[in-house]
């Protein structure tokens, strides 16, 4: 083995024995917390160059103070009593958010108009405020419930809704899973043809 790779060899060995040191320190530290002073260790290097660390003093040995590890309490946990159901807030909560009408993959054929209804649990609130997106535009309610909507004239293709509940901050509090539905017309070509579905 060469003197390089021996020396390469030895500050590996020194680095790892000053990890474990530095981590028994810790430990140590751990378990006194009111020993704010740290630990004392020492370093010497012996006839074959190898770098040692102890907790005993030895003669020549360069002594070196450790700090202690530096620790952390977490806050405490809310109670469970505090998040059990049927609190103040979990009455509060909507169980259930849902665009129910159209229905999910539904094909429509030559629809004047798509009526878009939306199904709470709890009801609304009467500060929340509901908002329906159709391929990403808002809709208008069309009823005093805010809970019905109303597409007029959509074009061919495939189209998808989304709805959300919104507290009085602006917070989402309620999301429906999207609602995907297909719209079919006679083609231009073909106007007599009937369109053919999903």
């Known amino acids: 083995m060469s003197m390089m790779n021996r020396l390469a060899s030895v500050h590996a060995l020194s680095a790892m024995a000053l990890a474990v040191l530095l981590g028994s320190a810790a430990a140590i530290a751990a378990d006194a917390p009111d020993a704010a002073a740290g630990t004392t260790t020492y370093r010497w290097v012996d006839a074959q160059g190898v770098v040692h660390y102890s ?61 878009v209804s939306l199904q709470l649990d709890p009801a609304l609130h009467a500060d929340d405020q509901v908002t329906v997106t159709f391929d990403g535009q808002p809709l208008q309610p069309t009823d005093e419930s805010g809970l019905r909507f109303r597409i007029d004239s959509p074009d061919r293709g495939t189209h998808t809704l989304t709805a959300s509940v919104r507290d009085p901050s602006g917070k989402v509090v309620c999301s429906s899973p999207p609602v995907t539905f297909y719209v079919q017309r006679p083609s231009l070509l073909s106007p007599l043809a009937p369109a053919r579905g999903h």
């Open 55 to 115: 907790d005993t003093p030895q003669p020549g040995a360069e002594k070196l103070q450790i700090q202690p590890a530096q620790t952390y309490q977490s806050a405490p946990t809310p109670s469970a009593a505090a998040s059990a159901p049927g609190d103040a807030a979990g009455a509060d909560s909507y169980r259930a958010c849902r665009i129910v009408q159209p229905s999910g993959e539904q094909s429509l054929f030559s629809p004047e108009h798509v009526p």
